[in-house]
């Protein structure tokens, strides 16, 4: 079950979802559409190692946009910072994003009860595209949660990604035991 757009300004009025900043405008019938921030990012190697930190460079889009290309792999920044504290928040992709040929995710669309963070984006194209920060660039919808929750995201000793800040945040892949 999603939440409908009544379930989700309730949640907001009680406090357990937030999304700053936060635009009437941008509540669809079941989800919340989110805009792409000013940071972009792309990893200083060609080749990464997941057994490695891997370093990433930030770079600010211009007023006027900037072109991405096919066979690079960008870290992006949701504009909204964005907290769920009792429903699973998945992150999709708008159909006019995905008519562009752009995706914004290639696993990471779920988020955990307690993310509280701006979102980064696991940006690719199909062919050059142009964009520009603050374009809608995905959807937000929230699911109930069946069961109790023990340790929410953010209280966990080991969360890689509580707290992410609004430019993107490489792969803490490397913190892992493998």
């Known amino acids: 079950m999603i939440l409908s757009d009544k379930r989700i300004l309730e949640e907001i009025e009680k406090g357990t ?10 509540l669809g019938s079941n989800s919340y559409d989110v805009h792409l921030g000013s940071t972009l990012a792309t990893y200083k190697e060609h080749m990464i190692d997941a057994k490695k930190h891997n370093e990433i460079e930030y770079f600010e889009i211009p007023d006027e946009g900037i ?16 907290e769920t504290h009792a429903h699973v928040p ?14 914004i995710h290639a696993t990471a669309g779920k ?10 984006l696991e940006i690719s194209v199909k062919q050059p595209v142009k964009v520009y920060k603050g374009m809608p660039i995905g959807q937000l919808i929230y699911f109930p949660v069946e069961g109790e929750i023990e340790v929410k995201y953010n209280q966990k000793s080991n969360a890689k990604y509580s707290g992410q800040p609004n430019k993107p945040v490489e792969s803490m892949m490397w913190k892992n035991k493998f």
């Open 90 to 103: 998945f992150l999709e992709g708008k159909s006019s994003t995905g008519r562009l040929g752009i995706d």
């Open 67 to 82: 072109v991405l290309y096919p066979h690079i792999f960008y870290l992006g920044v949701t504009l909204e910072y964005t």
């Open 17 to 26: 979802i937030k999304i700053e900043p936060y635009d009437r405008s941008c």
């Open 111 to 120: 988020g955990d009860v307690g993310f509280c963070g701006n979102w980064t």
